[in-house]
Every structure is written in C-alpha cells, then in structure tokens.
C-alpha cells in the first residue's frame, strides 16, 4: 500500500507541468498585464500550471518560459536595458538553439521587436529583433492622436481562445478592441514568414499586430481591456514552444 502511493506521487510529480511567464516591470502598463495573467492561470483548465513573475533584474531572464515587454516610452526602456544587462541577457534567451524564449511586446515592445526601425537614430532605441517588420514610430500621431477603435482578428486561432468582452462591450468573435496610446505601427512586412494576426477595420488593412516564430507583438493594449484573448493566445506560444507534444491552437 504504502509501495503503490509512493509510485502515485511519483507519477503525479512527472505529470505535473508549469509554465514560467515574466513581465518586465520597468515602465507602462505591467500592473495591468500582471493582472492579466493572474486571472487567465485562475481560469485554465488544461493541467498546465501558469507560473506569473515580476522581472525587474536581468538574471531572471534564463528562468523564464516567456515574457512580456509592455509599452512604455521606447527610448528611455532602450537606455535601461543597455545599462542594465537586459540586451544581452534577452538577445542569448530569445535565440538560444536549444529553446528560445517567447516575448510579447506590446506598443514600445513591438519597437524593439522589429528587425527595421525607420528613421532609426544612431544609438536610439535597442533593437532585439526577430521580427521581419519595419516599424514606424509614433506611426499614428503624438499622445493626442491617440484613439480606440474594434480590430479584425486575421487568425482564427485568436477566434477560438476564451470568450471574453472588450471595453466597449460585446463583439464579434473575429473582432477585439484595441487601445493606441502614441502607437508604433507596422510600415510594412518584409516576409512570408510573419504571421498577420489582426488589422485595422479599414480598405487598406494597416497591420497591427504580428507573429513570428516565438516573437508576437502589437501596436496595441491589449491589457488595458476586459479581454483575455491576446494573453490566452501568448500563453498557448509559450506552451508549445515547452511542450511541443500538447496540443494548441498557436504554431510557434
């Protein structure tokens, strides 16, 4: 008997998975982003455990499974980085051969993010890259051109996460509310490798959210609405990319 409940906890311990995700709490939104992630791992039913930590130091980098890079002003993060060991740190988790690192960067993370910034000055803004986008700053205007407006979803995948409401109430499946708060936006996407996740409800479809490999970003704030979507689906990038086995809606 005592054998049997011995090889029980043993296989539960085996069976038991956790996912470490981080938010870089150095400027913007991360309370709120936090608050996200709390509630989405209160949520889930898929056995996986959600494990959320606040990163302020580089040497919690390498523990992590994913991380979010909120918005923010980009080049005074960009200073806090460099002079904080961060650029290092993220460059060797994001790219390592064994298991890279998935990131999310919203708004100013979706800035350093990008493989092109136009009208980048020399020694502006860090650029981790990873993504095939060029990015434009400040793409929609100053502080006080910033708006809120529903986005079409281009990814089915994101149709398919959590039933949720945005801020401005109920909405279509194919639809979320997006926040632009002084916005980067995508310019322009530079290979067939990027996945478009969703756009702007207008004739000329202006991109404003993206994936790549382990790397996702958007224009937007996704953290300052009601909807768990966008959190849903990075954490599904962050499952895959531990437990390439386990099912998901997200190709990383």
Not at 44 to 59: H, M, N, Q, Y
Not at 155 to 161: E, I, S
Request: glycine fraction near 8%; charged fraction near 20%.
């Amino acid at each position: 008997m005592t054998l049997f409940a011995r090889e029980n906890c043993d296989l539960t311990r085996m069976t038991e998975r956790t996912i470490k995700v981080g938010v870089l709490c150095i400027q913007g939104s991360f309370i709120e982003h936090i608050s996200m992630l709390q509630r989405l791992a209160d949520t889930r039913s898929d056995g996986i455990t959600l494990s959320v930590v606040d990163v302020r130091r580089s040497s919690q980098v390498a523990d992590l499974d994913g991380l979010i890079i909120p918005g923010g002003e980009s080049t005074t993060l960009s200073v806090f980085l460099r002079n904080n060991n961060f650029e290092e740190a993220l460059k060797l988790w994001m790219f390592d051969e064994k298991r890279r690192g998935v990131v999310w960067g919203t708004c100013a993370g979706l800035i350093l993010l990008s493989d092109d910034l136009a009208g980048q000055k020399q020694g502006g803004q860090v650029n981790l890259g990873g993504i095939d986008i060029q990015c434009s700053r400040n793409m929609y205007g100053r502080q006080i051109s910033s708006f809120e407006c529903q986005l079409t979803l281009q990814d089915p995948a994101l149709w398919k996460q959590s039933a949720s409401t945005g801020s401005s109430g109920l909405q279509k499946e194919n639809e979320c509310h997006g926040v632009f708060i002084r916005a980067p936006g995508v310019a322009k996407v530079n290979s067939p490798n990027v996945k478009i996740l969703a756009t702007l409800p207008d004739a000329d479809n202006v991109v404003v959210a993206v994936q790549q490999d382990n790397l996702m970003a958007t224009s937007f704030h996704p953290e300052l609405t009601d909807d768990l979507r966008w959190h849903s689906y990075f954490v599904d990038m962050v499952i895959k990319n531990k437990y390439p086995e386990k099912k998901s809606l997200v190709d990383v």
